[in-house]
């Protein structure tokens, strides 16, 4: 039905070439990978944020008399 196949990835890939420059691809192309890294990390962390109290340990010397 729908395939992109080697002519169509090198039609995108000249716009994309046309658009943002030679220099931008590298730039570019790291930002998607941190983009997908966070996106595979956010979503295999666990659901529920732990946001329990931690235990009371005043500090009495700070207080002045």
Not at 25 to 36: C, K, N, V
């Amino acid at each position: 039905m729908f395939g992109i196949g080697i002519p169509e990835l090198l039609i995108i890939l000249v716009i994309v070439l046309v658009i943002f420059g030679a220099n931008k691809l590298p730039e570019i192309g790291s930002g998607m990978g941190r983009a997908i890294k966070n996106f595979k990390k956010a979503t295999s962390e666990p659901e529920e944020i732990d946001v329990t109290p931690k235990s009371d340990t005043k500090d009495t010397t700070d207080k002045k008399d």
